[in-house]
């Protein structure tokens, strides 16, 4: 089993940042890549970056491109989401996901708030 845990959400102005931060513990001996998407009121989960364990290849939606970045720390099995130039429109749920040996994880989530 893998846990996953999230951190780092809260209420930020249009234009400032957030930095996500999402641990994994558990049976992780074989991370295959971890992520990040989001759910905003009303609407369905969207994809928002990943990046891959062992080569750090990462990909991006094109509504957050320029402003997010991805990044992980192996040794602290953690991945990290940078914020910036937030928009009212990334107001969602972010939510942690990691594949770990051909199975999907999801954390439970952290709220992102952006005032306009």
């Known amino acids: 089993q893998v846990q996953l845990v999230e951190s780092g959400g809260g209420l930020v102005q249009a234009g400032g940042s957030l930095r996500l931060s999402c641990a994994a513990s558990g049976r992780i001996s074989s991370i295959y890549a971890m992520g990040w998407f989001r759910q905003a009121p009303g609407k369905g989960r969207e994809f928002v970056t990943t990046i891959t364990w062992s080569g750090g290849i990462s990909n991006y939606a094109d509504s957050v491109k320029g402003r997010f970045t991805i990044s992980r720390d192996n040794a602290k099995n953690t991945v990290y989401l940078q914020m910036n130039s937030l928009k009212p429109e990334d107001t969602a749920i972010y939510y942690c996901?990691?594949?770990?040996?051909?199975?999907?994880?999801w954390g439970q989530g952290t709220q992102v708030t952006v005032s306009s």
């Open positions: 996901r990691a594949i770990v040996a051909g199975v999907i994880y």
